[in-house]
């Protein structure tokens, strides 16, 4: 079951700040986020583990509420290479843990 | 280190052509996995090979077999090509669960 993603859009001026959210029904063993340039690849941007453990890039940041099934990835001081669609993806406790399955996408446009 | 490779990358099938997409990466990677991507879906896993010698189905396999031809290698294939699987195709490939994914550049198929 695919993790709903809010907002589904979302439009800044250079400099501002925005959340991304992720939510899932399952108890969730990891949230991963990436990001996707138009005609690109998605890009990793970073993995929160159950149990605290956090991999990514360091000037990336998120948390992961375990008890409520959600994430947040938090983008401050937004520059103009921050535009793209940024996806959450999942592994759940209890399924099939070799599979990640993601979310339909939040578009951020970030605007001189 | 070319990390993960697809090709072709572009293709145009009538309907009911058979075609297969190939994948490869050169990480040493135990797990593979095929997406599709369309307009407002986000990414979803057709199917996944947790480790050389297994394969799964994920969200949306109908119309598509794979082949995890070795450690290096995953292959999919359209057998009757439909215009419904028009889409834009990522082959991704990990160590382990809770690493990141690294994905191909993609192969945009159109199915007239």
């Known amino acids: 079951q695919q993790p709903v993603q809010s907002p589904q859009a979302v439009i800044l001026r250079e400099g501002e700040d925005a959340v991304i959210n992720c939510s899932s029904s399952k108890a969730l063993y990891s949230v991963h986020w990436y990001r996707q340039k138009h005609g690109e690849a998605p890009v990793f941007l970073m993995i929160?583990?159950?149990?605290?453990e956090q991999k990514g890039h360091e000037k990336i940041s998120a948390s992961f509420n375990e008890k409520k099934q959600q994430s947040s990835l938090y983008l401050t001081a937004s520059q103009l290479s921050y535009s793209g669609t940024y996806f959450c993806?999942?592994?759940?406790?209890?399924?099939?843990?070799?599979?990640?399955?993601f979310g339909k996408g939040t578009l951020l446009t970030v605007n001189p | 280190n070319a990390g993960v490779t697809q090709t072709p990358k572009f293709q145009v099938l009538k309907t009911g052509q058979s075609m297969t997409l190939q994948c490869a990466q050169d990480m040493n990677h135990n797990s593979m996995y095929w997406y599709r991507q369309d307009p407002g879906m986000g990414l979803r896993l057709i199917y996944y090979s947790a480790s050389e010698g297994t394969t799964d189905k994920g969200e949306v396999p109908n119309g598509y077999n794979v082949s995890r031809l070795n450690k290096r290698e995953f292959s999919l294939r359209l057998e009757s090509a439909a215009p419904s699987q028009t889409s834009v195709y990522f082959c991704?490939?990990?160590?382990?669960?809770?690493?990141?994914?690294?994905f191909g550049p993609g192969t945009r198929l159109t199915v007239l």
């Open positions: 993806g999942t592994e759940t406790i209890g399924g099939s843990n070799y599979k990640l399955t």
């Open positions: 929160l583990l159950k149990g605290g």
């Open positions: 991704a490939s990990r160590q382990r669960v809770g690493n990141e994914q690294f």
